[in-house]
């Protein structure tokens, strides 16, 4: 038996585990597959916490260049100069879309462990569906494991996102996005250019 085969029937045992600690089936399905969401989240924050740690330094460069862009864009309207807005304008928003598509895939990292919940689900419980009293369109009058999973996932991730900030080091990925440095250049609004003589040069 090789390392993967006796990991798996380790973590098959530890997930079952929490199935069987009822005597009820239907009630130990769901504490089995709320304690399933749980685990999946936590993991999923520590997945994302690693991905923006490796990706920080690229991500506050986008950020920056965002900012920067942005803001001799809105100088060039102040002192009407059509050509230098245009320019700057289309470079702010390639930054911004590269900063946002980053962001999605820091995202997307937090989701990482669910395929693999999804598959021990469908391996464990393929023949199960569960009836309901009333009829969905397009699904009918039963639901899979599987479907009762993405929905029990939804609410743990809502009730327990409290406990993140407990759970994950200072260098977690919100003290990344919203941290506030002084040295940091803030962003202009036109409200910021009423008054002022912006520096035509944008400097």
């Known amino acids: 038996m090789d390392i993967l085969n006796m990991f798996y029937f380790w973590l098959d045992a530890f997930l079952i585990f929490w199935y069987r600690i009822p005597d009820n089936p239907m009630l130990g399905f769901l ?3 709320a304690a399933l969401s749980f685990f999946v989240t936590v993991i999923g924050w520590y997945t994302a916490d ?3 740690s490796l990706t920080k330094s690229h991500l506050q460069k986008l950020k920056k260049e965002t900012v920067s862009m942005h ?3 809105m100088k060039a309207i102040a002192v009407k100069d059509k050509a230098s807005y245009t320019s700057c304008n289309k470079m702010a928003n390639d930054a911004f879309g ?3 598509f980053a962001q999605t895939g820091l995202g997307a990292a937090a989701l990482l462990p669910v395929p693999f919940a999804l598959g021990w689900l469908q391996e464990r419980f393929y023949e199960v569906v569960f009836f309901i009293p009333f009829r969905i369109p397009k699904i009918g009058n039963t ?3 599987i479907l009762v999973f993405i929905l029990m996932y939804i609410l743990i991730r809502i009730l327990a996102h409290p406990l993140r900030n407990r759970l994950l080091s200072a ?6 996005f919203d941290r506030s440095d002084a040295d940091e250049e803030k962003m202009l609004s036109l409200s910021d250019l009423v008054g002022s003589k912006p520096d035509p040069k944008g400097t």
Do not use: I
């Open 31 to 33: 504490l089995g597959t």
């Open 98 to 100: 590269r900063y946002f």
């Open 71 to 73: 803001n001799l864009s």
């Open 143 to 145: 639901v899979t494991p």
């Open 171 to 176: 260098q977690k990925p919100s003290s990344l």
């Open 50 to 52: 690693a991905a923006a």
